[in-house]
């Protein structure tokens, strides 16, 4: 009989450990805001890690890890989000110029399409060089997991 308890014992915690990777998985797949979102439009896109462990900056690590950054395709310049905020399907953002003479706030919502709305709430518009003009980003914009076209 113990070596029939010892046995359940065994399946019980075998099928907890597979639950929980299972569990661990799924959380890791749903994390809306990490990875890259694109606007074709604008040649632009959003590199993001609002749960805590960050991005760097690509030519300008000197900002260490920070929570996102926008860049585009023609301007070596990058907007850098230095605090975000998730609150269920949007995340509240502080966003600078990367020299820091401009910022904004702005709010990053998850629609039910799978698009990202960012709408800019206050603060300096966005701009970015491109053919040599500044080229002013609106005050809403709309980002989607696929790629650019090159």
């Known amino acids: 009989m113990s070596k ?10 075998a099928v907890a450990m597979m639950l929980s990777g299972l569990l661990h998985l799924s959380a890791q797949g749903n994390r809306t805001f990490e990875g890259k979102v694109f ?4 040649s632009m896109w959003l590199e993001m890690d609002f749960y805590g462990e960050g ?3 690509p030519a ?13 395709r023609r301007d070596g310049r990058k907007w850098i989000v230095t605090d975000a905020k998730i609150d269920g399907e949007k995340a509240y953002l502080t966003v600078i110029n990367d020299y820091g003479s401009e ?5 990053l919502y ?14 300096s518009t966005m701009k970015v060089v ?4 500044w080229v002013k980003i609106p005050k809403t914009i ?8 090159k």
């Open 142 to 149: 709309v980002f989607t997991r696929k790629g650019m076209d």
């Open 60 to 72: 300008q690590e000197i900002f260490g890890q920070v929570p996102g950054y926008f860049a585009t």
């Open 4 to 13: 029939r308890i010892h046995n359940i014992n065994r399946l019980v915690l």
């Open 110 to 123: 998850y629609k039910a399409d799978g698009t990202y709305q960012l709408e800019r709430k206050s603060g």
């Open 103 to 107: 910022d904004f706030t702005a709010v």
């Open 39 to 42: 606007n074709s439009e604008f």
């Open 130 to 133: 491109e053919n040599r003009k």
């Open 55 to 57: 991005v760097k900056v």
